[in-house]
C-alpha cells in the first residue's frame, strides 16, 4: 500500500544545476546510501530519511552494487522503497549505481569488464525492481583492463535501455580526459564525474575541475562532510555509534577525528560566526566551485540531513572568510 504523499511544495527551495554541458538538473544537495541504508539498519529509519529527502526537493538518490553491509543489500532497501513510496514519482527521480569494487567471488566479480559492469548492473536492476538506472558509473579506474573496453561496456548499458547517462568515479585527471573522449567517439557522452572532496581531501583542485571543465562533464562530490567530520558530531568526543565507531568498514577511525579536530574546532567557530553550523559551512564551501554539479552528502538521521539541506540558506562567501578557512586549514 502506498501511503507516501510527498509535499506539494517539494520544488520550491531546491536549486537545481545542468550537470556540465548536458540537459540533466541535479540538485544542488544529493543523497547518498552508502551508510544507513543496509542490511544491518533499521528499514523505517532509512524510510523517513529518503521520504524527507524527496519532501525537500532532493530527487537524487545514489547507490553502488556493494553499499550495505552486506553488500547488495543497500539496493534491496532501495528496491523496498520504490515499492512502498516511490514508484509512483520514478519520473521525478534520478536514481544511480556503480560497478568497480569487489561483489562477487573469481575474476568476473570486480574492476573494469565488460563482463562484470554489464553483469553487475543486471543485478543491480533486480535488487531495486527498477527497468533503467538514470546514471551507471565505472566505480573506479581498472588499470589492468583497456579503457575503450570499460567504456565500451557503459555505452552497451545505454543502448540497452539500461542506463539514461554514464559516469565515472575517482578516476584521475588524465584517465578522466581519456574516458571522456572514448565516450564521446561512441555516441554516450560522459555525464559527470563522482570524486571526493571537502575541506580535508582537496585532490579535485589540481587538475580535475579543469579537465570536467574543458570535457564538459558535471561533477557530484561525495563525503562533503569528511564523512560527519566536519559537522558538531565530533566535537565533545566520539559519540558511540558515530562513523567513527563502525569496525565493518574503517574509512574513518577514532585517530583521523583525533588529529583533525583542532581545525574541526576552529572551523566551527568561524560557521557559527557566519550563523551556519559546520556542516552547513562545508557543504556550500563545496558547492561554492563553479564545476561542482552537487554536494552528496549522507545522513544518518532526518534531523541530519535537514541540517544539511539548510545549508541552502546562506551559500555565499566573503573573500575574508575564504582566507580564514585556508588558514585554519593550513595549520
Ligand atoms: N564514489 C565513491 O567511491 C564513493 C565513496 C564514498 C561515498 N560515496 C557516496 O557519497 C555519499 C555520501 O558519503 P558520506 O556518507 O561519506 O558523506 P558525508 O556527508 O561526508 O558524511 C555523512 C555522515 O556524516 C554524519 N553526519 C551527517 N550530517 C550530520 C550532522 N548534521 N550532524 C552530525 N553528523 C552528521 C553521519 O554519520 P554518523 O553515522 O556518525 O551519524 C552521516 O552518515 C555516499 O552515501 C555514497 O553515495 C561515493
Redesign the pocket.
Known sequence: MNNYSPLENRYQSMPYKRSGRSGLQLPAISL?????FGGVDPFENGRAIARRAFDMGVTHF???NNYGPPPGSAEETFGRLMKLDFAPFRDELIISS?AGYDMWPGPYGEWGSRKYLLASLDQSLKRMGLEYVDIFYS??FDPNTPLEETMGALDTAVRQGKALYVGI??YSPEDTRRAAEILRQLGTPCLIH?P?Y?MFDRWIENGLLDVLDEQGLGCIV???????QL???YLGGIPV????TKTERVWLTPDKVQHNITRIRKLNDLALRRGQ?L?QMAIAWVLRKPQVTSA??????V??LE??LGALENLSFSQEELDAIETILKE
Open positions: 547518498g546510501m552508502w551508510y544507513n545514489d547507490l553502488a556503480k566505480h573506479r568515479s575517482s563522482q571526493s571537502n561525495f563525503s562533503p562532510l569528511a564523512q560527519g559537522t558538531d558530531r555509534g558515530s562513523r567513527a553550523k556542516s552528496l552528502v549522507g545522513a544518518s538521521s534531523p541530519q541540517q544539511s
